[in-house]
C-alpha cells in the first residue's frame, strides 16, 4: 500500500526542506552591502552602457552590490530628491550635476569625502579643472562622474543642399546660415525645415544651454555686487535667440523637451544645442551629422556640464562601501568605456591619453570639438542660491521665447526678484 502524507504532514515537511535549503546558503551572503544609486542618465543607450559597468563593478565586488535606479531627468528628480532627504530616505549615492551641492551641504545630507581621497591614489589621476565643481565652502562633496560642454549639432547634407559651404563662427554668421538653413522643401510655399531648434521652458535645460551664448556674449551671473544677471551680455544672448525666432530661422521644442533630437533625426532641423553625451545615441543611427562650437559673441564661450557623484550619510560601513564605486568611476578603466560609449568626456587624464580613447576620437572627430572649446567654458555655481537664479533665468528665457517680454523687460522682472531673495 502506497505511503500517504496527510495536507499537514506535507506542510511541515515542505517547510522544513525550506529552512534546510536556506541553511545550506553561502554564510558570506548575509554580510552583502546593498547600495542604491539614484540617476537621471538619458538617453536610454548611456544608461544601458551605465548598467553594464554597475554589473561589472559587482562581479568584482560580490560583498557589494549596487543597484543602479533611474528617477528622472534633473527636474523630475528634484522633488524626489529632497523629499527623500528630508524624509531620512536618500539613497547611498546620487548622479546629478554639482550645482546641488550648496543645497544638500546645508540640509547636512551629504558625506564629506576629503579623508577618503587622502588615501586614494585615483584623486592624482582626476582633471583638476573639475576641482572647483567638487568643492565647497573648503570640503570635497562628491567626484566628477563626467564632464561635457555645449555645442551645436548640424546636419551636413542639409547644409550641403542649402548651399553653406561654411560653418557659422561668429553670432552674425550664425544668423544668416539658420536663414539660409530655413526652406520649404516641399513646395507647399512653407517653410518644413528649419535652421535651428530652440529649447522652449524654463526649467534647466533651457538654462543650461542658453548659458554658453550669455557667456559668449559677455554675460556673469555673479559679479561682487552679488547675483548680477541684468548685464549687456545676457541681454544680447536673449537678443539673439528672440532674432532667430523673429527671422523665421529657429522653431521652439516642446516645453521643457528640449533635449529630443526627433526633429534633428527626421531632416526638420539643421541645427541642435547638445553635448558628446549625445554622440553615443547619434552613433547608433545612420544620420549623418557635425559639431560645432557656440559662436563667438564677444569671446569665445560654453557652459561646462556634466554630473557628479554624491555620497549621503549612513553609517561609515555604507559609506565605506559607496567610496568604493566612487574609486571605481573614478577610474581609467570605468571613464574610458563611459567616455567610448556615450561620448561624455573623460574625467580621469589616464583615459584621455588611453589608446582606445585615441582610436575613438580619430573615429569621431565630433569629440575634438568639445575638447578643444572646454577651456572656454565656465561652470554653474554650486552655492545653495543657485536654483532661484536657474528658475529666474528659465522664466526670462520663457518670456522672451514666447514674444511676452523684451530681453531687457524679462531680465529686469526676474532681477527684481533675485534682488528680493539675496538682499
Not at 551645436?152 to 550641403?160: A, D, E
Not at 542660491?385 to 514674444?403: K, M
Request: aromatic share 10%; glycine share 8%.
Amino acid at each position: 500500500m502506497p505511503l500517504r502524507f496527510s495536507p499537514l504532514l506535507k506542510f511541515v515537511f515542505t517547510i522544513a526542506l525550506c529552512l534546510t535549503l536556506f541553511a545550506c546558503q553561502p554564510a558570506q551572503s548575509s554580510n552583502v552591502i546593498r547600495l542604491t544609486l539614484w540617476q537621471g542618465v538619458n538617453p536610454p543607450p548611456n544608461r544601458d552602457v551605465l548598467q553594464k559597468l554597475v554589473d561589472r563593478f559587482n562581479q568584482k565586488n560580490p560583498n557589494i552590490q549596487v543597484e543602479s535606479l533611474y528617477v528622472g531627468q534633473g527636474d523630475q528628480q528634484m522633488p524626489k530628491i529632497l523629499a527623500a532627504v528630508v524624509g531620512n530616505a536618500a539613497p547611498d549615492m546620487l548622479w546629478f550635476a554639482p550645482m546641488l551641492t550648496g543645497q544638500l551641504v546645508e540640509l547636512d545630507a551629504l558625506r564629506s569625502i576629503d579623508d577618503f581621497l587622502a588615501t586614494s591614489t585615483v584623486k592624482s589621476e582626476l582633471d583638476p579643472a573639475l576641482l572647483n565643481t567638487m568643492q565647497y565652502e573648503g570640503k570635497t562633496w562628491s567626484i566628477p562622474f563626467g564632464t561635457n560642454n555645449v555645442g551645436i549639432y548640424y546636419r551636413p547634407s542639409l547644409f550641403k543642399a542649402a548651399g553653406v559651404t561654411e560653418l557659422p563662427k561668429t553670432w552674425t554668421e550664425f544668423r544668416q546660415v539658420a536663414k539660409q538653413l530655413t526652406r520649404d522643401t516641399n513646395g507647399d510655399g512653407k517653410a518644413d525645415q528649419h535652421g535651428m531648434l530652440l529649447p522652449l521652458g524654463k526649467g534647466e535645460w533651457t538654462v543650461f544651454t542658453w548659458l554658453p551664448f550669455m557667456f559668449s556674449g559677455g554675460g556673469v551671473l555673479e559679479a561682487q555686487s552679488g547675483v548680477n544677471i541684468l548685464n549687456p551680455g545676457a541681454i544680447a544672448a536673449l537678443q539673439l535667440w528672440r532674432d532667430l525666432i523673429k527671422d523665421g530661422s529657429a522653431i521652439l521644442s516642446q516645453p521643457e523637451r528640449g533635449y529630443e533630437l526627433d526633429g534633428f533625426l527626421a531632416g526638420k532641423v539643421a541645427m541642435q544645442l547638445s553635448g558628446p553625451w549625445t554622440l553615443g545615441q547619434l552613433q547608433t543611427t545612420k544620420v549623418d551629422f557635425g559639431v560645432l562650437p557656440i559662436p563667438t559673441g564677444t569671446q569665445p564661450g560654453t557652459a561646462i556640464g556634466g554630473e557628479n557623484l554624491f555620497l549621503f550619510k549612513s553609517n561609515p560601513e555604507r559609506e565605506q562601501a559607496a567610496f568604493e564605486f566612487a574609486k571605481f568611476v573614478m577610474s581609467e578603466e570605468f571613464q574610458t568605456e563611459w567616455a567610448i560609449g556615450t561620448g561624455y568626456l573623460p574625467t580621469n587624464l589616464k583615459s584621455r591619453e588611453s589608446q582606445a580613447y585615441k582610436a575613438f576620437r580619430a573615429k569621431q572627430p565630433a569629440v575634438d570639438v568639445f575638447l578643444g572649446q572646454a577651456k572656454f567654458g565656465r561652470s554653474r555655481p554650486i552655492f545653495p542660491g543657485y536654483n532661484r537664479i536657474s528658475d529666474n533665468l528659465g522664466r526670462a528665457i520663457e518670456a522672451t521665447l514666447l514674444d511676452r517680454a523684451t530681453p531687457e523687460e524679462a531680465l529686469k522682472a526676474s532681477q527684481r526678484r533675485l534682488d528680493l531673495i539675496f538682499k
